[in-house]
């Protein structure tokens, strides 16, 4: 570990307990219970693809409290799905993930201002971005740091995941691919599952079906 890179401890797994602050809360003032983000719907387009129709339109709310039960029901879908795609992990680490989900939540929550939410939800999620890479950041000169000092990122595949990857990406895009629609992709599969003596839920087969029939999509991933 070089001498940039801070302790020899992990200092994902430190944590430190702050006394309670004995500062007087200001009073939220409007412009801090208004969150004018209209310009733009990539937020509504977030919120629509995790929890569908409720959220269409949502551009018209302002209310910060309308987002801020956005935000946390968003963290409560990763909170609840992060260990169930992670395959492996030691246990120092898992316990650093759950307790910076669990500190962002509950300081999420806590707030009540519109910046003070959004201060509490970008580096609450920086931190875990940080963590999935690793380890919590440190100081370094220049912009690059190492964050496999403690364990290195890897990502594996099964065939099956391949299958089903390939298959989302060629049924989603039928016309690049010679196809009419989704279901006719499908249908060539089945044909081309039949025609080869395969079944036709075999995902090994699909992987064969996608190298033979479109490699240059097969090579896109691979």
């Known amino acids: 570990m070089t001498k940039d890179q801070g302790n020899q401890a992990d200092n994902s797994d430190v944590s430190i307990v702050l006394a309670p602050s004995r ?19 990539s ?17 018209d709310r302002t209310d910060v409290g309308f987002w801020k039960e956005f935000y946390l029901s968003a963290l409560a879908v990763i909170q609840s799905s992060l ?15 759950s307790d910076q989900l669990e500190r962002t939540i509950t300081s999420v929550k806590r707030a009540k201002a519109k910046d003070e939410i959004h201060a509490s ?11 999935l890479m690793g380890r ?3 100081a370094a000169r220049g912009k690059q740091r190492s964050f496999s000092t403690f364990r290195t990122l890897t990502y594996s595949q ?18 690049e691919h010679g196809f009419g629609d989704h279901f006719d992709a499908h249908y060539a599969y089945f044909v081309w599952a039949r025609e080869h003596k395969h079944s036709s839920s075999d995902r090994s087969a699909y992987v064969d079906w996608v190298r033979t029939t479109v490699p240059q999509t097969y090579s896109q991933f691979r």
């Open 121 to 131: 939800l970008i580096v609450g999620l920086f931190k875990l971005v940080f963590l």
């Open 43 to 59: 937020l509504e387009r977030l919120a629509e693809s995790l929890f569908g129709q409720k959220y269409h339109k949502a551009t």
């Open 136 to 138: 919590l950041p440190y």
């Open 83 to 97: 260990f169930k795609s992670i395959g492996s992990i030691d246990r120092q680490h898992s316990i650093s993930i």
């Open 23 to 41: 500062r007087t809360t200001p009073k939220i003032t409007a412009d801090q219970k208004i969150f004018a983000h209209n310009y733009s719907l």
């Open 158 to 175: 099964t065939e099956e995941q391949l299958s089903w990857l390939l298959q989302s990406y060629v049924e989603g895009r039928p016309q």
